[in-house]
Nanobody, 118 residues
Framework: QVQLVESGGGLVQAGGSLRLSCTAS????????MGWFRQAPGKERSLVAA????????YYADSVKGRFTISRDIAKNTIYLQMNSLKPEDTAVYYC???????????WGQGTQVTVSS
């Protein structure tokens, strides 16, 4: 199994930046991809960005494209989400997740709150 721990959330003004981190432990050798999801109050959880573990291919939701960057450090079993030009609509709980098969996310972190004020 895989354990995921996120950090880096907080309160920031619109236009500011945050960097989220997620460190994985356990069966990381089985990782196909890792991703960042977010869930705002009253909304469904959605995929923000993802990265394949071996090839490093990335995906971004249209709403964050050009503002957010996902990256990985294989040696540290860690992924990051650099969030720039933050908007109030980015406010959500952000979750790190790991997929062992394709894009089926089986393991999840506890979430970290990101709040962007106007």
């Amino acid at each position: 199994q895989v354990q995921l721990v996120e950090s880096g959330g907080g309160l920031v003004q619109a236009g500011g930046s945050l960097r989220l981190s997620c460190t994985a432990s356990g069966r990381t050798f089985s990782t196909y991809s890792m991703g960042w999801f977010r869930q705002a109050p009253g909304k469904e959880r959605s995929l923000v960005a993802a990265i394949t573990w071996v090839g490093g291919s990335t995906y971004y939701a249209d709403s964050v494209k050009g503002r957010f960057t996902i990256s990985r450090d294989i040696a540290k079993n860690t992924i990051y989400l650099q969030m720039n030009s933050l908007k109030p609509e980015d406010t959500a709980v952000y979750y790190c997740a790991q997929a062992s098969v394709a894009s089926l996310y089986d393991y999840w972190g506890q979430g970290t709150q990101v709040t962007v004020s106007s």
